[in-house]
């Protein structure tokens, strides 16, 4: 069964565009219900991250999404000093199947004191090429921590 990327990817050392797996060096058409979003990471499915059922593991999709969002946490907040404080309600809209490439969008949406809270939305690439399906999408919480593991205030990184 073919995939649909998603959208139109331009791969490395081309002046087109493709829709094929490829060394992808960036979009030219980002669907509209990514708009303002950040793409924080790729993840491929594969049988060790299934569950019983055949569908991605819920677990396992939520470790994918702290471990891309962390890294972009850390980025935006200018320490790698963080921790993960809340994951808000996670709602799992369709299983991912064996074989999808996972892509985990962000957006920051609240920036405290000592914190950020990012919205994220988790799609992978299903028919219609430029219309994504949602997978999950979930809000998480980051706090930077001082030297002694304490909240702490913290300044804008890239």
């Keep these: 069964?073919?995939?649909?990327?998603?959208?139109?990817?331009?791969?490395?050392?081309?002046?087109?565009?493709?829709?094929k797996?490829?060394?992808v060096c960036g979009m030219t058409n980002k669907p509209e219900k990514l708009k303002g979003y950040q793409l924080a990471g790729r993840k491929i499915v594969m049988y060790p991250d299934l569950n019983f059922t055949g569908r991605l593991f819920g677990g396992q999709?939520?470790?994918w999404i702290d471990e891309v969002l962390a890294a972009a946490a850390m980025n935006l907040m200018g320490t790698k000093n963080i921790v993960t404080k809340k994951f808000g309600e996670i709602v799992f809209d369709a299983p991912g199947l064996l074989g999808d490439v996972v892509e985990i969008w962000y957006r920051p949406v609240k920036e405290g004191v000592t914190s950020l809270?990012?919205?994220c939305r988790v799609v992978v690439g299903r028919g219609e090429p430029s219309m994504p399906e949602q997978i999950s999408s979930s809000t998480v919480v980051y706090v930077?921590?001082?030297?002694?593991?304490?909240?702490?205030p913290w300044s804008k990184g890239d």
């Design 61 to 63: 999709l939520m470790s």
């Design 1 to 19: 069964m073919k995939r649909a990327w998603p959208w139109s990817l331009r791969v490395c050392g081309t002046s087109g565009t493709e829709e």
């Design 117 to 119: 809270s990012m919205d």
């Design 21 to 23: 797996p490829g060394a």
């Design 144 to 152: 930077a921590l001082d030297d002694e593991g304490l909240p702490s």
